[in-house]
């Protein structure tokens, strides 16, 4: 949507058919859903008020693609041109405050939607590169950025260890996600179809990842610990 | 200041009938000084050299501000137009280094600087919102986002527990003072009106939340401790 | 190399006449690749796989300049013009990944390219600063921020105690430098000359910090222990 609304909207949006017309639209907005509702999830193993689930939720929800346009200088940011995004997001946050409770694992929960996001940002993110004139190697770095620094964000603001210093296969997944998604262009494919490619890449590595404890071989030498 | 002097002024400003022409700047600037307090009494807990003041206290007086104008892609920042800004917070970094060690308490006087500042930013944050164009959404937004990161990135630079994952109430009185001031608005009120009343709103909120430890009901499952 | 090239340029920069037409891009480059490397070993700490010193190389060495780029309003960033900075801190973070363990004392190593790093940025973030018609201030505040928040990003990230905490003197010697470089420039001197004063400035007092352990006079109250 905002590839072909650049006219600034400081209402809402109710123009569905422009909010919706292409599967890169449902996937942004479904991850923005998914990551907000992560958000909330930290908030909950905080134990903070409705506020604090709508803060989080906001946070995360839009802070990797808020970190793309900043860097790609794709000003104001694309939610305050349609703050539907900001309503979506607390919408989310709120009807989590009062339903999260019946979830049983909601650690495991976290993973999950953490891992959806993270494989449709990564292609989302690299699709925006493309639209705003960039080449493949920026393309894939925006992917990467917007798909983890959503996460970044919420684990620093809600005081967790950052997902990314985890061992299993974490950025890469969204790398993998963005390169996918780079090469089928590349290839000649539409861009629907790179996108539906790269996110199923992307998603299967890192649920492989969180199922089987997958890992790429680490740094051989010695840790923090015994380092000097 | 900012809205009425859009010409980059590398230099610093001294026309004093610009900067203070309104309720508005003065507002600012007094949460750009008590937020580069805060700043500095954090410093002053980690024992930190001068520069290590000035350094917490600039970032913590203009980070919100700088947040603030980012996403709404008011750039360059607004103390990069207007240096003064700085040069304020530096002043205040100073003395605050040599003159600090006389207050008794100063985890309670960081506490009273971060509320007067929160209560302050929430409400010109929202205003800043107002004059770029935005709707009340993300008038509301940007009232919340200015008054509540420059004391993320203070401790988060200083290494403190986020004052945000505080159980009293925090993040609501910056929303109760941003949606007070867009509502009054919308009622006809003035502008000065409006961030007066946002102003006692949001501080007399956090106030009894200090104070008497209000705080919202939190969520109603389990913390992060007894999670899977 | 991006102030005489304002072009949009989505691919790889291969003009190297422009990308090394004087000593501001020969240091900056060098700056970039010395963060970098900084970054892996924060990586190589943490055990981290080659994604993992990939991601924490690129965020270090295009960090401090990112955060000028968007205070001063020059996007999109630029390592989007330029992908070649990018590509060069992959290649600095990969041949890390297979050689840093020869290294006996990784953290000597760290604290080393840090040096190195900070006052090399401390005079080319300044030089920036002049470039995009900043006055002084401003000037020495962007060459502050360019030093020292790739730093900052890069121990946030790896869950790292923030340098800038630090006893010894860090922040201080970005300033020397940045103040160095202004003060040759406001006498007359060559930004050549100026850029060189002010790194070998920023550099002789770090490196007397890191290894005579020099400190500026603590705040003289008490820290945050026995503070109520």
């Given at each position: 949507m905002?590839?072909h609304?650049f006219?600034?909207?400081?209402g809402?949006?109710c123009?569905?058919s422009?909010?919706?017309d292409?599967i890169?639209q449902?996937?942004?907005w479904f991850?923005?859903?998914?990551?907000?509702?992560?958000?909330t999830?930290?908030a909950?193993?905080?134990r903070?008020?409705?506020?604090?689930f709508?803060?989080?939720?906001c946070?995360?929800?839009?802070g990797?693609?808020?970190?793309?346009d900043?860097?790609l200088?794709?000003?104001?940011v694309?939610?305050?041109k349609q703050?539907?995004?900001?309503?979506?997001c607390?919408?989310?946050?709120?009807t989590?405050?009062?339903?999260v409770?019946?979830?049983?694992?909601?650690l495991?929960?976290?993973l999950?939607c953490?891992?959806?996001?993270?494989a449709?940002f990564?292609?989302t993110?690299?699709a925006?590169g493309?639209a705003?004139g960039?080449?493949?190697t920026?393309?894939?770095v925006?992917g990467v950025?917007?798909?983890t620094f959503g996460g970044?964000?919420?684990?620093?603001?809600g005081g967790?260890i950052?997902i990314?210093l985890r061992?299993?296969i974490y950025?890469?997944?969204?790398l993998l996600?963005?390169?996918t998604f780079?090469?089928?262009?590349?290839?000649?494919?539409?861009?629907?179809a790179?996108?539906?490619a790269g996110?199923?890449a992307?998603?299967?590595?890192?649920a492989?990842?969180?199922v089987?404890?997958?890992?790429?071989?680490v740094?051989?030498?010695?840790?923090a610990?015994?380092d000097?």
């Open positions: 905002r590839r609304e006219r600034y909207d400081p809402l949006c123009d569905s422009i909010m919706f292409s890169l449902y996937l942004d991850g923005i859903c998914i990551f907000a509702l992560s958000g999830l930290v909950s193993r905080k903070m008020d409705v506020v604090g709508a803060f989080l939720g946070v995360t929800g839009i990797g693609g808020t970190v793309r900043v860097l200088g794709s000003l104001p694309f939610w305050v703050p539907a995004y900001v309503i979506t607390l919408l989310v946050s709120c989590a405050f009062f339903l409770h019946h979830v049983r694992s909601r495991r929960l976290l999950w953490d891992a959806v996001g993270l449709l990564s292609v993110g690299a925006t493309v705003s960039a080449g493949p920026i393309a894939i925006m950025a917007t798909a970044v964000i919420r684990d620093m603001l967790e950052p990314i061992r299993e950025v890469t997944a969204a996600g963005a390169a780079a090469t089928f262009l590349a290839l000649g494919a539409s861009r629907d790179a996108l539906v996110f199923l992307a998603f299967a590595l890192r492989a990842a969180i089987l404890g997958l890992s790429l071989p740094f051989s030498g010695t840790g610990t015994n000097e």
